[in-house]
């Protein structure tokens, strides 16, 4: 309901747990917002609503960017939205909602990716074996 | 035939009209408009987007509402802090099938499942009623139903309920509104036709409470009730009404068999 203000807003996101080197994997998402368009009044006193909408969402995969989308009114209440992506390596995948008055969101999720021989891709370069003992 | 004769003879027919409808309601009162291998959920009116997006988990917008029916669920709150697990003692499966007696006559009055959760945290839990129609109270109600999705709809209208199906049933065949319009004219005699863009549906509440696109969230039976009278141009009663159950008790039973499927989504 438009005259409700609602707490804990909800972020939802979906991603395969685990992935193959190469495949292309779906990522969904959504957010629970109420994406009020600032053109609605109310019936009773006639007072425009205020625009709230989410505009900006961007996803970022180990760090960097690598889906941005800008929205404007005209998006509906709880907004779901799914693109695809290349399975390279494993990392952490987040994405971040922005709102118009500035306030962020966000939901993260860690993707395993195996090449052919069942071994765990890993995003960074280890020139030696035995890099993880000298640092302990 | 003299003037008394008429008078009388007027009086014996009204009398035996009366009587004889009065035998027909009483041996249809039980007569279901559709017969159980010919209901059909409401989801078979949707359209197939709309199908599509209540079939995945993920992409139904009521599951927001029902993980957080299950956050408050586990809440613990008020001065005892007490919370629905406790009593329940963290076991979902003591609530299996529960939304499918609901509405059902509680101490001398029938109540569906709203009620009866604001009477469990006033009662048991000592804590302040939900607002009726209020986002937590539908999503606790949402998750209660959710736990026994798939289990089908076994309302009782036996003894004590019985008064209270006789008047919801009364409510159902009513022509009401500037339409002229009973609930029957449309979910039993065309259901399946359209009606503007939309399918006419059998009725049923077997996916309630239900993400309604319209409202952009979850909403209860009695306020799709309210929606429906004022479609057909009819003063709505307001929200819990004592008739609006007895109407909800009639609906669940004409649809008894159908398996829960909170949360639908209809548009």
Redesign the interface.
């Known amino acids: ?1 438009a005259g ?1 203000e ?1 707490k ?1 807003w ?1 972020r ?1 996101l ?1 991603t395969p747990k685990s992935a193959i080197k190469g495949e292309i994997i779906t990522i ?1 998402t ?1 957010a ?1 917002h ?2 009020e368009p600032g053109v609605r009044r109310d019936p009773e006193t006639g007072v425009i609503y205020p625009k709230k909408i989410i505009d900006l969402v961007i996803c970022r995969f180990n760090g960097k960017q690598i889906y941005k989308s800008h929205w404007y009114s005209g998006v ?3 907004p ?1 939205m799914s693109f695809k992506m290349k399975a390279i390596s494993s990392g952490l995948l987040e994405v971040e909602w922005v709102d118009d008055y500035g306030q962020s969101s966000y939901k993260k999720a860690i993707i395993i990716v195996y090449d052919e021989n069942g071994k765990e891709v890993i995003p960074m370069k280890l020139d030696k074996a035995s890099s993880i003992k000298e640092l302990m | 035939m003299s003037f008394y004769n008429v008078i009388i003879f007027i009086l014996f027919s009204i009398f035996s009209l009366n009587v004889f409808s009065d035998e027909i309601l009483d041996n249809k009162l039980y007569e279901k408009p559709y017969a159980n291998n010919a209901l059909k959920s409401g989801k078979y009116f949707a359209r197939e987007e709309t199908r599509n997006i209540e079939l995945d988990e993920f992409e139904n917008p009521g599951m927001i509402w029902v993980e957080r029916g299950k956050d408050l669920f586990n809440l613990q709150d008020g001065e005892n802090n007490s919370s629905c697990a406790l009593c329940h003692k963290g076991d979902t499966n003591s609530l299996l099938g529960a939304a499918a007696s609901y509405p059902k006559v509680y101490k001398n009055q029938l109540i569906n499942l709203e009620q009866k959760i604001n009477m469990c945290r006033k009662n048991n839990m000592n804590l302040p009623k939900y607002k009726l129609e209020s986002n937590n109270l539908l999503s606790l109600s949402s998750f209660v139903s959710y736990i026994s999705k798939g289990i089908p709809m076994n309302v009782s209208v036996a003894g004590k309920a019985e008064k209270y199906f006789k008047k919801g049933k009364e409510i159902f065949y009513q022509r009401i509104g500037q339409m002229n319009l009973a609930c029957n004219q449309c979910h039993d005699e065309i259901a399946g036709s359209y009606l503007r863009a939309e399918k006419i549906s059998q009725g049923h509440i077997n996916g309630f409470p239900s993400y309604l696109m319209r409202w952009e969230g979850i909403a209860s039976v009695h306020r799709r009730f309210q929606f429906c009278n004022n479609q057909a141009r009819a003063q709505p009663l307001e929200i819990g009404h004592n008739d609006y159950n007895a109407l909800q008790l009639y609906v669940a039973w004409r649809g008894n068999g159908l398996p829960i499927e909170t949360p639908s989504v209809r548009r």
């Open positions: 309901m409700e609602r804990n909800r939802r979906k969904k959504m629970e109420i994406m509906s209440a709880n779901f």
